[in-house]
């Protein structure tokens, strides 16, 4: 079976640390990196078709985990979770995320 790596973004590692003695939501992230790692983009929602970014959801407590897709590599590049909250600020959040990612793919065509 194919195993996908995943990548973490230095945001998402920041928010990891900051977490610190939360259990609860350090069990529930990880069973999400974990079901990323065996379903690759499949465990998320497609948000960007131009830029393969993905959104995966959990309801208690209410999470949205954004990943990106990286075909080439089968790398799945994380991004950052947030509580959800409402549905103007996922929308700032994903602009955000889609700037990022093209960030990212410009750097990937030019290096």
Known sequence: ??????????????????LGENRHLRELLSKMFDKME??????????????FIYEMKSKQPPIRLYFKHVKETDELYVFEFEMKTSGKKQQKSIR?????????????LLG
Do not use: C, T, W
């Open 96 to 108: 955000q995320l889609q700037d990022k990612a093209q960030i990212l793919k410009n750097r990937d």
């Open 38 to 51: 065996v379903l690759g983009p499949r465990a998320g929602e497609l948000i960007d078709s131009h830029l």
């Open 1 to 18: 079976m194919k195993q996908f790596e995943l990548v973490y973004d230095e945001v998402i590692l920041a928010q990891l640390k900051k």
